[in-house]
């Protein structure tokens, strides 16, 4: 009962960081750049969207990692001496995914909190210079 639990948890957590990813990038990126009046009304509807989404996809980034961590464990009996000492072909497949998954939450930390913000201050000052520009 509880690796259906775990899968079904792990499922929802993927759904919702993968479906929320791709809203604010096919429907939220595209609306914030239709605002042009007045200046950086879309840069910074979408700077809001993003920092709450940032709860949530954080939030599910930690479950996929938790629930999967316990599938492997308790389905597949994968052990950390198992996992960094065998050449069985699975867990050769499942160290492939473990690196994956730390190279995604790497990036995503990087763009969360290191280039998103910057990105963000840069389109604000773009759109606060070019409201001036068109006031003087």
Known sequence: MAYQFAVFIHLL????WIGGTLFLVMVMVPLSRGFVEPP???V???TQAA??????????IILLVITGAFIATDQWRITPALFFTSGNHFVKVLQ???GLVALIIVLSAFHDFVLGPK???????????????RAG
Do not use: P
């Open 51 to 60: 920092r709450r989404f940032r709860v949530v996809a954080w939030a599910s």
């Open 119 to 133: 990105v963000s201050k840069h389109l604000s000052e773009q759109g606060a210079a070019a409201a001036s520009l």
């Open 44 to 46: 910074q509807i979408l």
């Open 13 to 16: 957590a993927a759904i919702t």
């Open 40 to 42: 950086a009304l879309g």
């Open 96 to 98: 492939i995914k473990a």
